[in-house]
């Protein structure tokens, strides 16, 4: 079976798109940057890993057709953002709520994280991604732009180009998991510094909570 693709001048073009969006402030890549700072870049990576789990299935929904019959359903719609802005709410209590654990009293260093803490961080990431309905509805809107049906089926040049997004993803939320992860664990010397740390992140949580409730279509 030969795999139809978009042009290798397309996939250029689009891997440079989806660089810039992800560079763009948003919900996930926020999310990103204040959950590395908080708990380490090992930590923010594991977020980064299980985002771009999310957009396999955003991925897979759009190239089977699935999305457009979502994005049709107001009640569909609704439900998912309700339960998104719900567990963006829960986020941003159990960070206001958080101690500060420094390094300089902890008896394991604040960024370490075992390979259980490493798959709830996933974890929070995939909750996070797949409980925002605009990603799907983003990616259902934006695949196709690039996808040339002269080329062949539409589905496999869909399913590509949703691999390349995820690649782009991959790099540009690395980077900021590593950056703000670093810049963090200055802070996690300091409790007051990280008391304050907690406290913004909780707010940010509670400000794209309130954002994603009062979204629409």
């Known amino acids: 079976m030969v795999v139809v693709m978009p042009s290798f001048e397309t996939l250029v073009a689009f891997f440079g798109v989806s660089v810039l969006l992800g560079l763009t402030p948003g919900p996930d890549n926020i999310f990103v940057l204040l959950e590395s700072a908080q708990r380490g870049w090992r930590a923010g990576m594991a977020v980064v890993i299980g985002l771009c789990s999310g957009l396999v299935v955003h991925t897979a929904a759009v190239s089977l057709g ?30 206001l709520r958080a101690p500060a654990v420094t390094q300089t009293t902890a008896s394991t ?79 996690q010397r300091n409790a007051r510094a990280q008391t304050w740390l907690h406290r913004v992140a909780g707010w940010v949580f509670l400000g794209l909570a309130v954002r994603l409730a009062l979204a629409e279509r």
């Open 66 to 95: 699935l999305a457009a019959v979502f994005a049709a359903s107001a009640l569909a719609f609704t439900v998912l953002k309700f339960c998104g802005a719900a567990y963006l709410a829960w986020l941003a209590w159990q960070s």
């Open 109 to 187: 260093p604040v960024s370490t994280a075992s390979v259980a803490g490493w798959g709830r961080m996933a974890g929070r990431g995939m909750v996070m991604n797949l409980s925002n309905p605009k990603v799907l509805v983003f990616f259902l809107a934006f695949l196709p732009q690039f996808a040339d049906p002269l080329r062949g089926e539409v589905a496999p040049q869909l399913a590509v180009l949703g691999l390349v997004f995820m690649g782009a993803t991959l790099v540009v939320f690395g980077a900021i998991a590593c950056f703000s992860g670093l810049f963090g664990a200055l802070l």
